[in-house]
């Protein structure tokens, strides 16, 4: 199974569980601490009332969060695949699955990949491959893990970053190509460095079922591949690029406001480390929450029983904190009030 594109997938995997778990992901912009929640007025209202099933993709989903793409590829990341399916089946959450191009050239490594449809047999798996893949290679993807949407990652920070990453990036045909054909919902994600008002207008005239905001403040991958870059052939310094995950979200919100079409639905990524963090993001907006680095640090630290113990904290907590900003339901978190602190009143005003 070892080859050049596996062993930089190792690599990924090892710097990314290394740089969450000493704690050296590069801040960017302001954080979810930077959003503040206030008490509400009296509601009749009981956690048990609670509902936060969210419909999106076409699909009714029990939790409004989910396992967001890490790895595949090499033997380590198929028995990450493995351990991280197995928990989302016992915790009924979807999962998506880290870039699928390198089983595309290898069908050796493509069993990384399907261990999880195998371990998450009725579950809702998500797809990953790069903006420049054509149509036959989404097919191939979606069918290597009978998937039930895909991922198409816009990562132009991370290939500059990159040594031997490319240097042209003619998307937005092939991605709205895709788009019309894919068999199954298609989801635009950036990979770390967050999206501004104007990116997700132009995602957004593509008709995507949903834009993933893939902020910053959580796994940073310019950063992974600058550290991979050992002989320092390209020594891009990346680290004060992009938004963060709240200031995307509002660049989102700025986005909806100005625009002449309904979005698609936003999905939030980045960064995020707890339930609490969940709930600042529907606040903000998000139609769904996703975590990556967090999970597999949890994963790496603790294994499967931990992780497992870790989301279902989560699920406890969610409904009681949704209770706590007299939110009955998912929707209703966008009008609970909040406060604004640092400089996130002053990113608001400039996006």
Do not use: C
């Amino acid at each position: 199974m070892a080859n050049t594109h596996s062993n930089r997938k190792n690599e990924h995997l090892s710097l990314a569980t290394k740089f969450w778990r000493d704690q050296e992901n590069p801040v960017v912009g302001p954080s979810f601490q930077d959003v503040r929640w206030l008490p509400v007025p009296l509601t009749d209202l009981a956690v048990a009332d609670v509902d936060h099933h969210v419909q999106l993709l076409g699909h009714d989903f029990d939790w409004p969060f989910f396992i967001e793409a890490m790895t595949g590829g090499s033997a380590s990341g198929g028995q990450v695949n493995a351990d991280l399916a197995t928990v989302a089946a016992q915790t009924n959450l979807a999962m998506a699955v880290g870039s699928q191009s390198v089983a595309l050239k290898d069908s050796s490594l493509a069993a990384s990949y399907q261990v999880v449809r195998q371990n998450h047999p009725t579950g809702f798996l998500i797809a990953n491959l790069g903006s420049d893949h054509p149509i036959e290679n989404v097919k191939a993807a979606i069918e290597m893990i009978d998937a039930n949407a895909i991922e198409l990652h816009i990562n132009v920070g991370q290939e500059l970053a990159m040594a031997e990453g490319d240097r042209r990036f003619y998307w937005l045909d092939n991605l709205a190509t895709v788009i019309a054909k894919s068999p199954v919902p298609v989801i635009i994600k950036e990979v770390g460095f967050g999206m501004s008002q104007g990116l997700i207008k132009q995602i957004a005239d593509l008709n995507p079922a949903a834009i993933n905001l893939g902020g910053g403040n959580g796994t940073n991958f310019a950063q992974i591949e600058q550290r991979r870059d050992r002989a320092q052939q390209n020594p891009l310094d990346l680290s004060q690029f992009g938004l963060s995950t709240v200031e995307s979200l509002i660049a989102a919100e700025k986005a909806h406001i100005t625009s002449d079409k309904a979005l698609p639905a936003i999905i939030a990524t980045g960064g995020v480390q707890s339930v609490n963090d969940v709930i600042t993001s529907l606040m903000l907006g998000a139609n769904a929450v996703s975590s990556a680095g967090h999970f597999l640090q949890v994963l790496m630290a603790d294994g499967r029983d931990g992780l497992q113990q870790e989301i279902e904290h989560w699920q406890q907590a969610l409904p009681e904190l949704m209770t706590l900003l007299g939110a009955k339901t998912v929707t209703d978190l966008a009008t609970a009030d909040r406060l604004y602190q640092g400089d996130l009143p002053n990113s608001i005003q400039q996006l």
